[in-house]
């Protein structure tokens, strides 16, 4: 499975005329294996165009077919072990994405390389396979 980080749901929702990453990786995956974590749900909904209904409805309907991971006790955990012990500072939602896709044994797909690629143990999807 594939989990998405915020950034690629936002750049799909923000393309007008070129093909996103997320249009592309859907033409090569079912949707059964891309998924997202709850914590991206916040994220998107902090965002000042999903108080527009329409824009919330398209952002709604992009994440209907995607899988949303809970954030557990576990993920929780594990995301404040990344925090404390990452050189530089980290987001908590970035933390907790992170630490999602470890806890599920999943890769991430991010186009924020450098919030990411010094977690141990995060295995990060090679954008390049698209």
């Known amino acids: 499975m594939v989990i998405l980080d915020t950034n690629i749901i936002i750049d799909y929702l923000r393309r007008k005329k070129s093909a996103s ?4 990786l859907v033409q090569r995956y079912p949707a059964k294996d891309l998924a997202i974590s709850v914590i991206s749900i916040q994220e998107l909904y902090e965002g000042q165009s999903t108080k527009d209904k329409s824009k919330e409805q398209l952002m709604i309907a992009t994440l209907a077919p995607l ?49 990411y690629n010094h977690i141990p143990n995060l295995i990060l999807f090679d954008i390049s396979r698209l």
Do not use: F, V
Request: net charge negative; hydrophobic share 50%; aromatic share 4%.
């Open 21 to 24: 990453i997320l249009e592309k």
């Open 67 to 115: 899988q949303i991971l809970s954030y557990t006790y576990e993920i929780a955990q594990l995301a404040g072990k990344i925090a404390r012990d990452l050189p530089r500072p980290i987001e908590l939602a970035d933390a907790a994405i992170a630490a999602t896709a470890i806890m599920n044994n999943d890769s991430l797909l991010t186009l924020n390389l450098k919030d």
